[in-house]
Nanobody
Framework: QVQLVESGGGLAQAGGSLRLSCAAS????????MGWFRQAPGKEREFVAG????????DYADSVKGRFTISRDNGKNTVYLQMSSLKPDDTAVYYC??????????????????WGQGTQVTVSS
């Protein structure tokens, strides 16, 4: 029902910035929570940031607070993750996800219904 496609990943030096985008298609219904997760090699997929359908509520992992900003443009069916002050520990595949069944912001993988294919972010020291 919903397809999610991430873009904007790539290489960055420590202290640099990247902006990730997640475009939704196949369903124009915009009243869903969106989240960003990341997964480093050999690690579990972890929550990075989440945003409610109207952007009134946002949530961030402690490791990215003050550095990452999540936003959305419902008119474009797109969610963004602005990443600044990047660190080597931010290196991972970043996934966007959609939650169509909850009003709150879930911070677990099981809390989301649809997932994108991921985009690689690599931060060098």
């Amino acid at each position: 029902q919903v397809q999610l496609v991430e873009s904007g990943g790539g290489l960055a030096q420590a202290g640099g910035s990247l902006r990730l985008s997640c475009a939704a298609s196949g369903r124009t219904f915009s009243r869903y929570t969106m989240g960003w997760f990341r997964q480093a090699p050999g690690k579990e997929r972890e929550f990075v940031a989440g945003i409610s359908w109207n952007a009134d509520n946002k949530d961030y992992a402690d490791s990215v607070k003050g550095r990452f900003t999540i936003s959305r443009d419902n008119g474009k069916n797109t969610v963004y993750l602005q990443m600044s002050s990047l660190k080597p520990d931010d290196t991972a595949v970043y996934y966007c996800a959609a939650d169509l069944s909850r009003l709150d912001i879930a911070t677990t993988v099981k809390g989301y219904d649809y997932w994108g294919q991921g985009t690689q972010v690599t931060v060098s020291s």
